[in-house]
């Protein structure tokens, strides 16, 4: 499938172009869950013109820059995440004009924009797959074991639940770390490395800002395809290396991709970037990513995973900072994507550690990214009936990481953090799509419904209604991105961690101290300065501070 531009014209410029100290070092990115952003023609499904139409409303909100979750054509077996044609947008989400349309809209705006890639493997339905021999070179095809090669090539479990191997009608055996209608490319071969740089190179030229890399930790596995002889293989992910996630290998991919995005910025003024969604046992083997000739980010999900208590906090942030300063990165920050449960449900169905949660992340150095739907304090939903269910690993029977981090299998996930509260490990409840107005579904989502059903309880949490409450959850968001905006050196700058009682975390950055009350009742302590913003009503009498249970307080200082 080829789609063409009705006005093709030079690709626009993102604002500040040129390198720089790097845009990205303290960036606020809002992840566009494209199906589930606003829907523009009433098939219930979000679609780019959607997206575009809401961007005011991003810009308005303070952040710097969009990711837009894939929008290819794809025969949807994973939401998008398996793409027959990278070049192509999916009639379910417009055309590439409507692509170009949003990445100037978003220029305009002074937003930029961030797209994914998927390397590590195609749908089923893409032309090298469909070719017998093109697909024998491209892709991870191997002899079964067993007298007549009835068994999979080696023990490696999907992702998604199930053998990673399926059998094709002539015998043989092809990889395939998710879904079967995703199978894993071959990175020994030089065309697949071509390729995706072409396809780089082509969106580089429709103007984004960079690319947001899917599985960035898993194209290249061990030589030899080794056994791993231990079962419930998705609990080990980011636990330790695997033989096909994070080996050392994957790094020269990406070391040849930073000097495809450095060459491709130096020669348009532009900065372009590169962000891994790699998973990696430790802090420390995270950073390899971020090396300064590797990606420019990569999520920290050890942040994400870590439980609501000041020490488990403290530890991953120093973790965190020390391991990425060693390389002179600045950690990324994550609470919520399309693979976890909502961190409003997932901290204990708490609204209110929620929002001290987000309130730190935003005062931590670095850069912040934010989901979809969580300036509303969204919770997961919970409550889908079996029949609207879509994620592909309610059906397999495995586990519920789409990120193929650690999983978000209450049961059985490492620590059980990602994976709290949710209805019962799988990804649609994060995907509900957003309630932008009104009292009814699907608010203001689209002129049509909604392809997940909304909770008729959500019209007190739409755009709409929060707009303009100071209390609300979405002003708490605006006034934070405000602030980190006019305070010079809140994103990536010092940070020094100060004196504080049992259960409270306080540091030191900028023109700011931060307390962080991670108890569920009010702590005392001598009032750092006065408080400029708050996730909770702090109050100060007599030179005390009073820290409501389960806050974050911003003082000036
Ligand atoms: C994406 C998931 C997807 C998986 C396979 C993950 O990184 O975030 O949504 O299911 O990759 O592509």
């Known amino acids: 499938m080829t789609q063409e531009l009705t006005s093709p014209s030079p690709a626009p410029q993102a604002p500040g172009t040129g ?25 219930g499904i979000g679609d780019l013109r959607g997206a ?38 999916d009639p379910l989400f417009g055309t590439l004009q409507d692509a170009d349309d949003l990445i100037r809209t978003a220029h305009d705006l002074g937003l930029r924009v961030i797209v994914d890639i998927v390397p590590n493997h195609t749908s089923d339905r893409h ?17 079964g074991k067993g007298e007549s090669g009835e068994l999979p090539p080696n023990d490696w479990e999907s992702v998604f639940g199930g053998p990673a191997w399926t059998r094709t009608d002539r015998g043989d055996w092809y990889l395939h770390l998710f879904a079967p209608e995703q199978p894993d490319l071959n990175w020994d071969n030089p065309e697949v490395h071509t390729e995706f740089e072409a396809i780089m190179r082509f969106w580089l030229d429709l103007g984004v800002d960079g690319f947001r890399v899917d599985v960035a930790h898993g194209m290249i596995k061990a030589p030899g395809l080794p056994d791993i002889g231990h079962g419930a293989q998705a609990q080990l992910i980011g636990a330790q290396v695997l033989p096909f996630f994070d080996q050392d290998g994957v790094h020269a991919i990406h070391r040849a991709w930073r000097r495809l995005l450095d060459g491709y910025g130096d020669a348009h003024g532009r900065q372009v970037i590169g962000v891994a969604e790699a998973w990696a046992p430790t802090a420390e083997r995270l950073a390899l990513y971020v090396r300064p000739d590797e990606l420019h980010q990569a999520f920290n999900f050890q942040f994400l995973n870590a439980p609501w208590q000041s020490d488990a906090l403290r530890s991953v942030i120093d973790a965190s900072l ?6 002179g990165a600045p950690t990324t ?23 001290a949660a987000t309130l730190l992340m935003l005062a931590l150095p670095g850069s912040a990214y934010l989901y979809q739907g969580e300036e509303l304090g969204l ?32 049961e059985s996930a490492p620590d059980g953090v990602a994976a709290a509260g949710g209805q019962d490990g799988f990804r649609d409840g994060c ?39 100071p209390a609300s959850t979405l002003e708490l968001y605006r006034a934070a ?40 009742h009010d702590v005392g302590l001598p009032a750092p300065g006065t408080p400029l913003l708050s996730s909770a009503p702090v109050t100060v009498d007599d030179a005390t501070g009073r820290l409501p249970g389960d806050s974050c307080t911003w003082w000036a200082i």
């Open 333 to 355: 920050w994550v609470l919520s994507n399309h693979d976890v449960v909502r961190h409003t449900t997932r901290l204990g169905g708490s609204l209110a550690r929620a929002r």
């Open 322 to 327: 020390a391991a990425t300063a060693s390389v």
């Open 19 to 43: 390198r720089g100290p790097g845009w990205w070092r303290d960036a606020v990115i809002y992840q566009v869950y494209v199906r589930s952003f606003a829907d523009s023609d009433g098939d």
């Open 52 to 89: 575009r139409e809401r961007l005011p409303y991003l810009k308005d909100l303070g952040v710097d820059a969009v990711w837009l979750t894939p929008f290819y054509a794809s025969p949807q077996a994973d939401g998008g995440y398996d793409v027959a044609d990278y070049r192509a947008v």
């Open 481 to 520: 991105l405000d602030l980190r905006r006019r305070l010079p050196g809140l994103g990536d700058g010092p940070m020094t961690w100060a004196p504080a009682p049992d259960g409270v975390l306080a540091f030191t950055r900028p023109g700011l101290l931060c307390t962080v009350n991670t108890l569920g």
């Open 127 to 143: 032309p090298w797959f469909q070719d017998p021999e093109l697909s024998r070179q491209r892709y991870l095809f191997r002899p």
């Open 431 to 469: 995907r509900v799509p957003l309630p932008w107005s009104g009292a009814l579904p699907p608010y203001g989502f689209g002129p049509g419904g909604s392809w997940l059903p909304q909770p008729a309880d959500w019209g007190g949490l739409t755009v709409a209604a929060q707009t303009g409450d």
């Open 379 to 410: 919770p997961e939903v919970t409550d889908l009936p079996d029949e609207v269910r879509q994620d592909p690993a309610f059906f397999r029977g495995g586990r519920a990481t789409g990120a193929a981090g650690p999983g978000t299998d209450t």
